[in-house]
């Protein structure tokens, strides 16, 4: 029997895989789609810390700080100093803003993708994940697994 967590980092593989392979395809191997978030988000609002930057995708500060340091070793983003020695700007690269363009269109072609997936699951897997991750910030599955004794 496959394990819920199993189970569910096929799903996202599955999905994030085939956005991976469209950025292969049009020759950055290197492109993560975790990374369409932080880019899209500097798009908007320009350089910001790694503080506010993880604040504006929703992801905790850490998860925001490796996917930057991800992205500065594949050249997608540099890190300069702010206005204080504890806080460090990220702004895009050349290499970023070359590749706007298919980070667009792969964005667009995703969000067609997952309307086409909803039409056929009988509840839209944002709803449902959405409604999961409320549940949970309701009451942490920590807390719904209980005691456990041996």
Same mark, same amino acid.
């Given at each position: 029997?496959?394990?819920?967590?199993?189970?569910?980092?096929?799903?996202?593989?599955?999905?994030?895989?085939?956005?991976?392979?469209?950025?292969?395809?049009?020759?950055?191997?290197?492109?993560?789609?975790?990374?369409?978030?932080?880019?899209?988000?500097?798009?908007?609002?320009?350089?910001?810390?790694?503080?506010?930057?993880?604040?504006?995708?929703?992801?905790?500060?850490?998860?925001?700080?490796?996917?930057?340091?991800?992205?500065?070793?594949?050249?997608?983003?540099?890190?300069?100093?702010?206005?204080?020695?504890?806080?460090?700007?990220?702004?895009?690269?050349?290499? &970023? %803003?070359?590749?706007? $363009? +298919?980070?667009?269109?792969?964005? /667009? =072609?995703? @969000?067609?993708?997952? #309307?086409?997936?909803? &039409? %056929?699951?009988?509840? $839209? +897997?944002?709803?449902?994940?959405? /409604? =999961?991750? @409320?549940?949970?910030? #309701?009451?942490?599955?920590?807390?719904?697994?209980?005691?456990?004794?041996?």
């Amino acid at each position: 029997m496959i394990g819920l967590g199993t189970f569910m980092r096929h799903v996202h593989e599955l999905m994030d895989g085939a956005i991976a392979e469209v950025y292969a395809e049009h020759g950055l191997p290197e492109y993560r789609p975790r990374f369409s978030p932080v880019v899209r988000t500097l798009v908007a609002h320009g350089p910001m810390s790694i503080g506010d930057l993880a604040r504006a995708i929703g992801v905790t500060h850490s998860a925001a700080s490796q996917t930057v340091v991800q992205m500065r070793r594949s050249e997608f983003v540099i890190l300069e100093k702010g206005s204080d020695a504890r806080h460090r700007i990220v702004r895009l690269t050349a290499k &970023a %803003e070359a590749a706007l $363009p +298919l980070i667009e269109a792969e964005w /667009a =072609a995703t @969000e067609r993708a997952v #309307r086409e997936l909803d &039409a %056929e699951l009988p509840v $839209p +897997l944002a709803q449902v994940l959405t /409604a =999961a991750a @409320e549940a949970l910030e #309701r009451r942490p599955f920590r807390a719904r697994m209980g005691d456990i004794r041996l």
